[in-house]
Nanobody
Framework: QVQLVESGGGLVQAGDSLRLSCAAS????????MGWFRQAPGKEREFVAS????????YYVDSVKGRFTISRDNAKNTVYLQMNSLKPEDTAVYSC?????????????????WGQGTQVTVSA
């Protein structure tokens, strides 16, 4: 299995940027599809972005497309989520997740391993 630890969250103003990091340890990092999810109070966990094992196939939920960028550095066992032009509706706990599936999926249930989450709060 793989252990995941997120960092980089914080309190920012609307329009600001943050970069989240997800550091992985354990089984080979490059063997996993990686995803970012978020959960706001009173809402279901929501898919944000995913990236293939090679890093060639990023995918985003429509609400963040053009503002967020997912990337990975397999040599450093790390996945990143660059978040620009943040909006109050981006406020949530952001979690990274790892999937052993052969393709990237948006449903949380297809990701076997999860980090503890990092809080992102955007004020306006």
């Amino acid at each position: 299995q793989v252990q995941l630890v997120e960092s980089g969250g914080g309190l920012v103003q609307a329009g600001d940027s943050l970069r989240l990091s997800c550091a992985a340890s354990g089984r080979s990092f490059s063997g996993y599809v990686m995803g970012w999810f978020r959960q706001a109070p009173g809402k279901e966990r929501e898919f944000v972005a995913s990236i293939s094992r090679s890093g060639d196939s990023p995918y985003y939920v429509d609400s963040v497309k053009g503002r967020f960028t997912i990337s990975r550095d397999n040599a450093k066992n790390t996945v990143y989520l660059q978040m620009n032009s943040l909006k109050p509706e981006d406020t949530a706990v952001y979690s990274c997740a790892a999937s052993q599936a052969v393709a990237a999926f948006t449903t949380p249930r297809l990701y076997q391993y999860w980090g503890q989450g990092t809080q992102v709060t955007v004020s306006a």
